[in-house]
């Protein structure tokens, strides 16, 4: 009778993910191969023969893979940093971790054009400093779509990873040390691979929001296309709604291809968690 209570409560929740989630994808999905009413395989041959398409495709996965690895890279040491601190003290470093979600995208994104252009503040310092001759060219590269997608999604690890790191007891790592192991060695054999359920769920979230980000990549990318603004062009200017669901399915299937191989990764690292 409890089980079957709770299996009630959860109807709305699941009513609406049906029809609000699933049904659309699978209709989007079930559109691209369909045309004047016969079954085709049109749209994904037509996507994947097209030089220009394809070069689409590899810089929004290029984009996206660097993105994650240097918010792994930046957010682990900042989230071990932060989780080994006293809870008032790692309130307030949490509290200044996640304050770039409290602005706007666009915002950030027009803060990175002032700071990024040719006569930006980097330009200028590094001409100041004598680094440079001339101002680097910068703004409207992937390099630029990274820093700004990375400083949209490094909350996102370090509160990933904060979540995990904080629940490791210390103790583990003391009794490593007790027995000779040095602190590299506890931390590669117990803090890591304890710690590898957040990085792939930081991991998840970076690179699945990357590849799907707009503003960031419309605003700091110029005329360096990735695929969710190639994805809008065609769906909204060019009204070319059958290769918009051809590209959005192609994303969806990259976003379960990059989750399962994370997973498996996953259970290759500690295969106990």
């Not at 049906?18 to 699978?26: E, Y």
């Not at 041959?45 to 689409?56: C, N």
Request: charged fraction near 10%; hydrophobic fraction near 55%; glycine fraction near 8%.
């Amino acid at each position: 009778m409890k089980k079957t209570y709770l299996y009630w409560l959860l109807l709305p929740g699941l009513l609406f993910l049906v029809v609000f989630m699933v049904i659309p994808i699978v209709l989007t999905i079930g559109s691209t191969f369909v045309q004047n009413s016969s079954f085709t395989l049109e749209g994904y041959l037509h996507f994947f023969k097209d030089p220009y398409f394809l070069k689409i495709l590899l810089t929004t996965l290029e984009v996206s893979v660097v993105t994650t690895l240097v918010c792994v890279l930046l957010g682990f040491p900042t989230a071990y940093y932060i989780s080994q601190k006293a809870p008032r003290r790692k309130g307030i470093l949490l509290a200044l971790a996640i304050f770039p979600l409290l602005t706007s995208p666009v915002v950030r994104s027009f803060s990175w054009m002032v700071i990024l252009g040719r006569k930006g503040l980097l330009n200028n310092v590094l001409i100041g400093l004598g680094l440079v001759d001339e101002p680097l060219n910068i703004l409207y590269t992937p390099a630029a779509m990274i820093i700004g997608l990375v400083h949209l999604f490094l909350p996102l690890m370090i509160i990933s990873l904060i979540g995990v790191l904080e629940n490791i007891d210390g103790d583990l790592v003391h009794a490593a040390q007790s027995l000779g192991a040095s602190r590299f060695s506890a931390f590669r054999k117990i803090v890591f691979p304890l710690s590898v359920p957040g990085l792939i769920i930081g991991s998840i979230l970076v690179f699945v929001g990357s590849l799907t980000a707009y503003t960031t990549p419309a605003l700091l990318g110029g005329k360096q296309r990735v695929i969710a603004t190639f994805l809008y062009q065609n769906a909204m200017t060019l009204n070319d709604w059958f290769l918009a669901s051809v590209i959005a399915t192609i994303m969806i299937v990259i976003t379960f291809i990059v989750v399962g191989l994370l997973n498996k990764a996953a259970h290759k690292l500690n295969p106990k968690g």
